[in-house]
Nanobody, 124 residues
Framework: QVQLVESGGGLVQAGGSLRLSCAAAGRTFATNAMAWFRQAPGKDRECVAATSWSGARTYYTDSVKGRFTISRDNAKNTVYLQMNRLKPEDTAAYYC?????????????????WGQGTQVTVSS
């Protein structure tokens, strides 16, 4: 069993920063590929950033490139999403996801484990 718990969401003014954290517990050997997804009302769930087990391979959706950084600390079983220069269009529920494969790409159905989500709201 795997549990993923996100934290760090909140309300921030446009141009501000937040850092999301996702702590994994349980069978953490099954949390190799990890990613952050977001879903706004009426929108599809999209992959914001993804990382391989080693952190050497990463993905960012075009809208966040240069602003967001995904990183992980495997000793702490934690993945982070540093979000800078936030925009109102970044407003969404953000979900941490993990999969046992070393790299799982950007499709939501590729990920086996999900956190409960944390809300990020960016005001203009």
């Amino acid at each position: 069993q795997v549990q993923l718990v996100e934290s760090g969401g909140g309300l921030v003014q446009a141009g501000g920063s937040l850092r999301l954290s996702c702590a994994a517990a349980g069978r953490t050997f099954a949390t190799n590929a990890m990613a952050w997804f977001r879903q706004a009302p009426g929108k599809d769930r999209e992959c914001v950033a993804a990382t391989s087990w080693s952190g050497a391979r990463t993905y960012y959706t075009d809208s966040v490139k240069g602003r967001f950084t995904i990183s992980r600390d495997n000793a702490k079983n934690t993945v982070y999403l540093q979000m800078n220069r936030l925009k109102p269009e970044d407003t969404a529920a953000y979900y941490c996801a993990a999969d046992r494969r070393p790299w799982s790409g950007v499709a939501p159905d590729a990920y086996e484990y999900w956190g409960q989500g944390t809300q990020v709201t960016v005001s203009s």
